[in-house]
């Protein structure tokens, strides 16, 4: 059985999702909820995502997508392309009994992802950030709005945002 792809993303009104491999604001809730939709999943993420993370994050399997043949990192599971990076996580999943593998990020990876996702949870954070990585233009009518639920700005989290799950239609 294939185990579904879910995509993982907090971007800026503008799309911006990063400058100098970094996040750009402060969310405490956000991060929460990253931690909950990726706890016991295999993810899959970019080299530099996951360089700026700077380690493993417990209780879920990282698989890193980089061209850099070079590239190691304890505790990773290192991938060369697209199809290697689905293939070892869908082992994962298989092996951790995940329902779902997740993408972390970042903008080139989440670009190879959106074609094959099921679910994307947004994070719309009301800023409009400069910024040098952007999340991939994609087409909302293929997905359908399932759930929404507006934050404020608070003492952990710097600006107000917008959780916004998208379930692909069928």
């Known amino acids: 059985m294939t185990v579904p792809l879910i995509l993982v993303v907090a971007m800026a009104e503008n799309g911006v999702i990063g400058r100098d491999n970094r996040l750009l604001w402060r969310l405490k809730t ?73 993408v972390a990020g970042g903008a080139e990876i989440y670009a190879m992802a959106l074609p094959h996702v099921r679910n994307l949870y947004l994070t719309e954070v009301q800023a409009a950030p400069k910024g040098d990585a952007v999340f991939p233009a994609f087409d909302r009518s293929q997905f359908r709005e399932v759930r929404r639920e507006s934050h404020p700005k608070g003492p952990d989290d710097e600006h107000p945002f917008t959780f916004i799950d998208l379930e692909r239609r069928t």
């Not at 080299?47 to 700077?54: D, E, L, N, Y």
């Open 30 to 102: 956000d991060l929460g909820r990253f931690r909950r939709l990726t706890m016991g999943k295999p993810m899959i993420m970019g080299r530099k995502t996951f360089q700026s993370i700077g380690k493993p994050l417990p209780g879920r399997e990282t698989v890193v997508l980089t061209r850099d043949k070079g590239f190691a990192a304890e505790g990773v599971h290192v991938a060369h392309a697209w199809e290697e990076a689905m293939a070892r996580g869908q082992e994962l999943a298989s092996r951790m009994g995940a329902d779902a593998i997740a």
